[in-house]
């Protein structure tokens, strides 16, 4: 099961490239709140992935089928969800501080569980993820006639999201000292402003096929 362990691990990795509206808030938040915290948020991604590739693998029929019945509604939501994301980023002044000087609340586990719900909720509404997976399952050839090849393809993706998002918030967090308040808050602001025109786009990309499966 070595192979499909490996082309699962693959997936992972490449569906974790931090770009897109997670990255943009895993980035801001592991400089802003320590490793951690970006490190909830990334792992709530993994959440969404694990979800979505057992879906992809077990169920591939059915949950094409309903984000195809449903895509209206789907970008609707998570245009909501990533929008009112990028305005508490915009909004929020008072959470950008240096790590070393957060409160024993804002590092707290409620907080880390709060950032990891946040990054599933961002994900699993995203259907580039679902596309994104399905492309990447297409193109390793993987094996979904065999429930032990599965299995161990399924266990690769959760491997490989979660190491990714560990090695990303480890790098990104060895900068944090070498950048000031001011250019914090600057990246804050301007991944706070790209993740809010992200949830605008969904949203209004949602708007002809809400009307059109009301009409």
Request: with cysteine; aromatic share 8%; proline share 4%.
């Given at each position: 099961?070595?192979?499909?362990?490996?082309?699962?691990?693959?997936?992972?990795?490449?569906?974790?490239?931090?770009?897109g509206?997670l990255?943009?808030?895993?980035?801001?938040?592991?400089?802003?709140?320590?490793?951690?915290?970006?490190?909830?948020?990334?792992?709530?991604?993994?959440?969404?992935?694990?979800?979505?590739?057992?879906?992809?693998?077990?169920?591939?029929?059915?949950?094409?089928g309903?984000?195809?019945?449903?895509?209206?509604?789907?970008?609707?939501?998570?245009?909501?969800i990533?929008?009112?994301?990028?305005?508490?980023?915009?909004?929020?002044?008072?959470?950008?501080?240096?790590?070393?000087?957060?409160?024993?609340?804002?590092?707290?586990?409620?907080?880390?569980?709060?950032?990891?719900?946040n990054?599933?909720?961002?994900?699993?509404?995203?259907?580039?993820?679902?596309?994104?997976?399905?492309?990447?399952?297409?193109?390793?050839?993987?094996?979904?006639?065999?429930?032990?090849?599965?299995?161990?393809e399924?266990?690769?993706?959760?491997?490989?999201?979660?190491?990714?998002?560990?090695?990303?918030?480890?790098?990104?967090?060895?900068?944090?000292?070498?950048?000031?308040?001011?250019?914090?808050?600057?990246?804050?602001?301007?991944?706070?402003?790209?993740?809010?025109?992200?949830?605008?786009?969904?949203?209004?990309?949602?708007?002809?096929?809400?009307l059109?499966?009301?009409?």
């Amino acid at each position: 099961m070595l192979p499909e362990l490996l082309k699962g691990l693959a997936v992972g990795v490449i569906v974790s490239i931090p770009v897109g509206p997670l990255g943009l808030l895993c980035v801001p938040r592991t400089l802003a709140r320590g490793r951690w915290s970006g490190l909830a948020v990334g792992l709530g991604g993994t959440a969404s992935d694990t979800l979505y590739s057992a879906l992809a693998l077990f169920a591939l029929s059915f949950i094409s089928g309903f984000i195809d019945a449903n895509k209206g509604w789907v970008l609707l939501a998570g245009g909501l969800i990533i929008g009112v994301t990028g305005i508490r980023l915009l909004a929020g002044r008072r959470q950008v501080r240096h790590p070393d000087k957060l409160s024993a609340k804002a590092s707290s586990p409620v907080r880390h569980a709060e950032g990891a719900l946040n990054g599933f909720l961002i994900s699993v509404t995203n259907p580039g993820t679902l596309v994104c997976l399905l492309w990447l399952f297409t193109f390793f050839g993987m094996d979904t006639s065999r429930t032990p090849a599965m299995l161990a393809e399924w266990a690769g993706v959760i491997l490989g999201s979660a190491s990714s998002w560990f090695l990303i918030t480890w790098g990104i967090s060895s900068f944090r000292d070498r950048i000031t308040l001011g250019q914090l808050l600057m990246l804050t602001r301007i991944c706070g402003a790209a993740i809010l025109l992200i949830g605008l786009a969904s949203a209004v990309k949602s708007l002809p096929l809400l009307l059109t499966a009301s009409a």
